[in-house]
């Protein structure tokens, strides 16, 4: 099948001297509380004041898992810390990821985790070598965590359900952390003493600001982009946004609407940077080439090729292999035409698949 695209361990962290220890969850039905999730028995606090200013030595814009790992850390390194966070809720995203299971993290080891991310993969080498898969796994599980392995060295909460992972890192900011939930941040700036966070109702001061607000793919669970425009209002540089791991949209959709809801497995997904049309299936790759695969570049114009699951949808494809190579595909797309061709057989030739089927069709 072929289609034109488009897009609609390392060292442990060094401790800390001071600080809180983690101790109540603040759970609700949703597994966090909303705003203010506690305050530190017997810490100097400034009460909290609707419409005026106060001060607080870090405050953490954003409550998904980033921010509430960085504020919990903070915290357990002695800061006061506020927690900032649009919604209503802690954690949206995460509760929807994995199909609401929670990929968590991968066993594969650091090298190979880094080759997974291309070229980028160098600037995580020094925080993964601080704090990566074992480190993670650890501060789960001291907060109540279990978890399990799967195929492809996915790792998930043993219970199947991401509200656990959320309730883990409640547990992990413990009363040490304020939280404030429906307090979308409307200004960033600097001051004399520090920086300054404009709320819609309130403004806080503070000597350190962490910027966790995510991306811009999911507007629904509070990544909406507000971040961008923040950190691109303090002076710093922002790299134009281009959509990735998404699925892609063909433009023989009437193809792909009939076939919506088919899983394929074992088959090999390859793009080329030209038309359909001029695709000859002797330029399949017989391994995976491209972004991300260590020592396999591909030759043009064949841009990366993914042996795999994926789908069929009303649109178009989606499933792993789609969303691994969906960015190869929207940067080509960028300068001109892109294709995909679906090998359903690749282990076997062009001679044994014809033989295959003479068989299938003299039997049946």
């Avoid at 959509?243 to 088919?262: I, N, T, W």
Wanted: proline share 6%; charged share 25%; hydrophobic share 35%.
């Amino acid at each position: 099948m072929r289609s034109g695209s488009h897009y609609s361990p390392a060292a442990r962290r060094r401790p800390c001297q001071t600080g809180p220890q983690a101790s109540s969850s603040h759970e609700g039905a949703d597994g966090m509380k909303g705003a203010n999730a506690g305050r530190a028995a017997g810490r100097d606090r400034p009460p909290s004041s609707s419409g005026g200013s106060q001060r607080r030595r870090v405050i953490v814009i954003g409550g998904g898992p980033a921010g509430m790992m960085a504020a919990g850390r903070a915290a357990e390194c002695g800061a006061r810390v506020l927690l900032l966070e649009r919604t209503a809720h802690l954690g949206n995203k995460l509760l929807i990821t994995g199909k609401s299971r929670c990929n968590l993290t991968n066993s594969a080891e650091l090298e190979a985790f880094l080759l997974a991310f291309g070229a980028n993969g160098k600037f995580l080498q020094g925080p993964f070598h601080r704090f990566f898969r074992d480190e993670l796994l650890q501060l789960l599980g001291r907060f109540g965590l279990e978890t399990k392995t799967e195929r492809g060295g996915r790792i998930f909460p043993a219970s199947d359900d991401a509200r656990d992972v959320l309730r883990a890192l409640g547990r992990y900011m413990g009363d040490a952390v304020e939280v404030r939930t429906e307090a979308r941040v409307r200004a960033l700036t600097m001051t004399g003493r520090g920086l300054r966070v404009l709320c819609e109702k309130d403004a806080y001061e503070a000597e350190a600001v962490i910027l966790a607000t995510g991306g811009a793919s999911y507007p629904d669970t509070g990544s909406t982009g507000d971040g961008y425009e923040l950190a691109q209002a303090l002076g710093h540089t922002i790299v134009p946004l281009r959509p990735a791991l998404v699925p892609l949209r063909v433009k023989e959709v009437e193809l792909a609407r009939r076939m919506q809801g088919l899983s394929l497995r074992n088959v090999r997904l390859t793009a080329f940077s030209c038309p359909a049309d001029e695709i000859n299936p002797e330029w399949t790759p017989a391994r995976d080439c491209g972004r991300g695969i260590a020592g396999k570049r591909p030759k043009a114009p064949v841009i990366e090729s993914r042996l795999g699951e994926m789908m069929m949808t009303h649109f178009g494809i989606g499933g792993p292999i789609t969303l691994l190579l969906s960015l190869a595909v929207v940067d080509v797309l960028s300068r001109g035409p892109a294709s995909v061709s679906i090998d359903l057989k690749p282990a076997l030739s062009p001679e044994q698949l014809h033989q295959r089927l003479q068989r299938d069709f003299r039997e049946h």
